[in-house]
T-cell receptor
Framework: GDSVTQMEGPVTLSEEAFLTINCTYTATGYPSLFWYVQYPGEGLQLLLKATKADDKGSNKGFEATYRKETTSFHLEKGSVQVSDSAVYFCALSDGNYGQNFVFGPGTRLSVLP | DGGITQSPKYLFRKEGQNVTLSCEQNLNHDAMYWYRQDPGQGLRLIYYSQIVNDFQKGDIAEGYSVSREKKESFPLTVTSAQKNPTAFYLC?????????????FGSGTQLSVL
């Protein structure tokens, strides 16, 4: 079945450091790919998405490119801030999976001043 | 403002008790979902509903029940059969079920066992 794998956390960075969180997926169809962010005690918010191969999603300085050849959707940001501290989830939506989402386990990011 | 409202924010369950978590949306979305989140883990699907009066079991439906009598409401009941109910519960919705449509989430309910 479909699955999403993320790099294990926690990830701790200093402010202004470069961020990469790896995400790879397995899907039987042609999924759309998403990154969600969760702040403590809250629900998930969409960060960015990409719906077809080679699409790049971007928002608030974060970027991710849909790589079909490597089945990957890695999240990057050039200069992180303390306010970026949160848990990040990679997810896919695949029409062959009952039109449902599959989430990765999440990666906790802590940014130190 | 449009959105998803979950209540209560915190809920405590006694042994053998059923409890119901509320989820209401005013986004006019057809599809609604319930997820369970355990500490340090991802989201697991409990139930989903693609249209009023219809719902399907997700990956971990045992010990839970739902109803979808109105488009805007999708309450989740945690029954006494659910032996380990302590978790953070998230309700979500989206306009339909096209693969490119994002999920909108509520702010969650933390359920604990007394």
């Amino acid at each position: 079945g479909d699955s999403v794998t993320q790099m294990e956390g926690p990830v701790t960075l200093s402010e202004e450091a470069f961020l990469t969180i790896n995400c790879t997926y397995t899907a039987t169809g042609y999924p759309s790919l998403f990154w969600y962010v969760q702040y403590p005690g809250e629900g998930l918010q969409l960060l960015l998405k990409a719906t077809k191969a080679d699409d790049k999603g971007s928002n608030k300085g974060f970027e991710a490119t849909y790589r079909k050849e490597t089945t990957s959707f890695h999240l990057e940001k050039g200069s992180v801030q303390v306010s970026d501290s949160a848990v990040y989830f990679c997810a896919l939506s695949d029409g062959n999976y009952g039109q449902n989402f599959v989430f990765g386990p999440g990666t906790r990011l802590s940014v130190l001043p | 403002d449009g959105g998803i409202t979950q209540s209560p924010k915190y809920l405590f369950r006694k042994e053998g008790q059923n409890v119901t978590l509320s989820c209401e949306q005013n986004l006019n979305h057809d599809a609604m979902y319930w997820y369970r989140q355990d500490p340090g883990q991802g989201l697991r699907l409990i139930y989903y509903s693609q249209i009023v009066n219809d719902f399907q079991k997700g990956d971990i439906a045992e010990g839970y029940s739902v109803s979808r009598e109105k488009k805007e409401s999708f309450p989740l009941t945690v029954t006494s059969a659910q032996k380990n109910p302590t978790a953070f519960y998230l309700c979500a919705s989206r306009p339909g079920t096209a693969t490119n449509e994002k999920l909108f989430f509520g702010s969650g309910t933390q359920l604990s066992v007394l």
